[in-house]
């Protein structure tokens, strides 16, 4: 009886090994085709924003403006292509607000690309710690210039009002958790 027992446990810890492995083999080429499947997600994407873009691209001058960007969102396709992107039209044309950084109100296609999949991959905690942290050193460098201009003794009404409420002048800067310095 022993030896059965023994013998029995024995298979059956090979026949678990091998099904782990077999497990453990399909969740690996689960995760790599996972991946490849987002990679061909994505390139495919990018080619049907190109395609948008260079058919939007009107005078065909490499940048598209804001009133040829409105002038494509009237076509089905596009409006289609957006919701599959989980964004409605209102933040499309807010999406390219954003992405016109010099407010000339055209964009290239790299930064109408980069902007486009920058806000399908969503907002991510390091950007908003990084936004906090321009946050505040805007209101240091605000903070500099109405002590300027009230040190040279020119007196600003309502100046006052523009600073953040509870701001202190030059507030120190402490460590978050990422370890980026914010306020």
């Not at 996972?34 to 190109?50: C, F, G, N, P, Y």
């Not at 076509?75 to 044309?93: N, P, S, T, Y």
């Not at 980069?114 to 710690?129: P, Q, T």
Request: aromatic share 6%; with cysteine; charged share 25%.
């Amino acid at each position: 009886i022993p030896y059965i027992v023994f013998t029995t446990v024995a298979v059956m810890n090979v026949v678990t090994g091998i099904f782990v492995d077999q497990i453990m083999g399909a969740s690996a080429r689960d995760g790599e085709h996972l991946l490849k499947a987002r990679q061909a997600e994505m390139r495919s994407q990018i080619q049907e924003l190109r395609r948008m873009f260079i058919a939007g691209d009107e005078d065909h001058d490499g940048l598209l403006t804001m009133e040829e960007f409105e002038a494509l969102l009237q076509q089905e396709e596009v409006k289609v292509f957006f919701l599959r992107m989980d964004m409605d039209i209102h933040e499309a044309v807010a999406l390219f607000r954003a992405v016109d950084q010099d407010d000339s109100g055209s964009a290239d296609i790299d930064e109408f690309l980069f902007g486009v999949m920058r806000v399908r991959s969503g907002l991510k905690a390091l950007d908003m710690v990084s936004l906090m942290y321009d946050v505040h050193r805007l209101g240091v460098m605000l903070d500099d210039c109405i002590g300027s201009v009230h040190e040279l003794g020119v007196e600003v009404h309502g100046l006052e009002k523009v600073r953040p409420k509870g701001w202190t002048k030059k507030k120190p800067l402490g460590k978050g958790a990422s370890g980026v310095m914010i306020a």
